[in-house]
């Protein structure tokens, strides 16, 4: 938890923003999920106590969802109050598509008690375009990614040209129905169709954000924030890196050279 506060505290004089995630999924004990609520607590404290222009991420499955949906949603709902009191923001994760459903109707509920969470949409889900659709009507704060999950063909797109069709269609109709919505790719010919809509609907900066991996393509995020963008850099920590770090892997194998090149740097 230092490291990663201390990390997030070396973005500020840089601009950049940040979202922290306690790493891990799949619980099975409540006992196990319930320290986690602790743990965001923690790291909620700290980020308000340095003054940092950070917020936290969390993940359904890390909080319950497995064991029980109505125990997840109050574990959720507890966190949400501590950032409340902190005037801070809890972005929900989506995982695979067996949580899809479940995950957007947890967050569609706490929505109509707080205003400050959001969740994650996936471009490479079939059912995607659907979801956003009933986002748009409760003008949802949303992020969009491609998705890192293993997924069968009868879920999710396997061709990575329509899974980029599917992304810049729905950032286009987020952005154009007034939704916030933090663009998380590390790809230039999305973030580059990402500005086009930006400057075709006239948006300001406060519409909208970029987000990216902690480490990787960082002279990109540097050019993105140089240009008058908000840009948020997600920093997981844990003890459960190794679940996350594969799928990061199979889903886009470029990243391992920023990461050597990350080690290298550090050693």
């Known amino acids: 938890m230092e490291d990663a506060i201390n990390t997030i505290e070396s973005f500020k004089h840089k601009g950049i923003l940040a979202t922290v995630d306690i790493l891990g999924e799949e619980i099975e004990e409540k006992k196990d999920a319930l320290q986690v609520v602790e743990e965001y607590k923690e790291v909620l404290r700290m980020i308000h106590d340095r003054r940092l222009d950070a917020n936290i991420s969390v993940k359904p499955t890390h909080l319950g969802l497995k ?3 109505e125990f997840c949603y109050q574990n959720i709902r507890t966190v949400i109050i501590a950032a409340q009191e902190y005037n801070n923001f809890v972005r929900i994760d989506m995982e695979d598509h067996t949580c899809t459903t479940d995950t957007i109707e947890i967050y569609l509920n706490l929505q109509k008690e707080f205003k400050n969470v959001g969740v994650v949409i996936q471009s490479y889900l ?8 009933t986002l ?6 949303l992020r969009i990614c491609k998705g890192i999950y293993d997924e069968p063909r009868r879920e999710a797109y396997k061709n990575k040209d329509i899974i980029n069709y599917n992304f810049n269609y729905c950032l286009e109709k987020l952005l154009s129905n007034k939704c916030y919505v933090g663009i998380a790719t590390h790809d230039e ?3 580059w169709y990402a ?8 948006l300001t900066r406060e519409q909208y954000e970029f987000q990216m991996l902690l480490g990787v ?3 990109l995020r540097e050019i993105i924030v140089a240009a008058g ?6 920093v997981p920590y844990g003890e459960h890196w190794h679940a996350y770090s594969i799928r990061r892997l199979k889903e886009n194998p470029s990243i391992a050279m920023h990461i050597i090149k990350q080690i290298f740097k550090s050693g």
Request: aromatic residues 2%; positive net charge; glycine residues 0%.
């Open 67 to 69: 064991i029980d949906k």
């Open 126 to 133: 079939r059912r995607t375009i659907a979801d956003v659709t």
């Open 136 to 141: 748009i009507e409760h003008r949802a704060n």
């Open 189 to 191: 010919k999305l973030i």
């Open 195 to 202: 500005l086009s809509v930006i400057d075709k609907l006239a």
């Open 217 to 219: 393509t960082e002279e």
């Open 229 to 234: 963008h908000r840009l948020r850099v997600y």
